[in-house]
């Protein structure tokens, strides 16, 4: 069982940048690969980045590509998205999310993951 805990969010203009933070309970946290999903009003929830167990690897989206970068600290239980260069279509809830370690990882792909916190909303402002 692990429990996740965003904390971060806020209000910020365009151009601004946001460090959100997930916090993990539990002793396994390294058994998880960890991404970051996002849902802005009255849209599908959508995949915004990801990072494998050990932090060597990581995945974006498009759209966030050059400007969000995700890094974890096994050794703290947390995960952390690192927003620069924000917009307003950035704008939305977000949700951390973790993943068990399998033979296969669909990292894109929301109902893979296995735990999800309560999300942090990011409001930029043009």
């Known amino acids: 069982q692990v429990q996740l805990a965003e904390s971060g969010g806020g209000l910020v203009q365009a151009g601004g940048s946001l460090r959100l933070s997930c916090a993990a309970s539990?002793?396994?946290?390294?058994?998880?690969?960890m991404g970051w999903f996002r849902q802005a009003p009255g849209k599908e929830r959508e995949f915004v980045a990801a990072?494998?167990?050990?932090?060597?690897?990581?995945y974006y989206a498009d759209s966030v590509k050059g400007r969000l970068t995700i890094s974890r600290d096994n050794a703290k239980n947390t995960v952390v998205l690192q927003m620069n260069s924000l917009k307003p279509e950035d704008t939305a809830v977000y949700y951390c999310?973790?993943?068990?370690?399998?033979?296969?990882?669909?990292?894109?792909?929301?109902?893979?993951?296995?735990?999800w916190g309560q999300g942090t909303q990011v409001t930029v402002s043009s």
């Open positions: 539990g002793r396994t946290f390294s058994s998880y690969h």
């Open positions: 990072i494998s167990w050990s932090g060597g690897s990581t």
């Open positions: 999310a973790a993943y068990l370690k399998r033979s296969s990882w669909f990292y894109r792909t929301e109902n893979w993951y296995d735990y």
